[in-house]
């Protein structure tokens, strides 16, 4: 903590401590009531835990350090409608001034809408790969009509509560066994009331799953955004695009928007990608990712942690996008720091030179 002071190029940068977090994402659980083919959960190591009430109440407590944190995201690798304590968690959010967000599979939905409605969560984004059942089956291994009709639920008791919120957005994983039937999310999402679809790319866990990429030069982005974009009008709503191309310029979402993730763990992690161990296939290529936590709340305050040397030093790198590209370097294939996450050749750790959320072709919410 104190004043950071950062020698790049002859130049000193100086990094005083902030106050500046807008938006936390918290993992409340890792359990899930699916088991969808494409989620860091099949494919991961770590425990499945669950966050105590109490110890998401600490959570609560070092968001007062951070006037400006505007938005509580309860979400991670984890349904949060399975927690026992949601309904709880959401109310103590509400009542401290927060916007609640959160992401899910829309199984529950039905089950506490009332209370999410009454409760005044802001925003829901609903994980809708496919519209036509055999392959939403095959993608999440659920009943399509079921997670549809909780929807059409959610929105009619809005109606007769004469509430707008929670705003639903829909998000869906692109690859290639819904890339030719992703038009038709258009029309049911206008029927669902959704105001916009974020569209983000598979980040595949397993060398079978690579191959269901579709930014490997294979697929025509510019006719597919061009054909939903002549469409939108019609039905509605927005939608947000991921790239499909490996392009020089590269943002971090979670950095860009001043935002952190606390795990179930109470680790503080930058990001989704950190938060957990697993194997990941950079166009096929494998490589561990190893979780980084930059401190603990059950040892040091957010505060403390967020003004870190080591954190502060991380932002400013990643901002300034101070990383290799392994994604296209000639050495992808022989070099070891393209093995791990853990650094690179700039001698950065962790190291974000092969993140895909980076390059925005993945996407988070």
Known sequence: MGLLELKFQGYTVQIPDGRDIKKAYVEITTFCNLNCKMCFRRFWKDKILEMSLSDYFRVLDNFKDFPQLETVYLGGIGEPLVHPEIVEIIKETKKRGYHVEFGTNGTLLNKYAKELINLGVDKITVSIDAPEKEIYMDIRGTDFNRVEDNVMYLQSLKKELKRSNPEIWLEVVLMKSNINIVENLLPLADKLGITTILMSNLMPF?????????????????????RLNTKIGKYRVRIIFPRFKLLTERKCQFIENNSTVIGVDMGVYPCYRLLHSYTEYIYGREKFVNKYSFGSLNEKSLFEIWNSDEYKRFRFNVKNALFPSCTDCPLENVCDFCLTSDSDCYNNTPSCADCLWYRGIVQCP
């Open 206 to 226: 397993s060398k079978e799953l690579s191959k269901e990429i579709i930014y490997d030069g294979s697929f025509d982005d510019t006719i597919f955004i061009d």
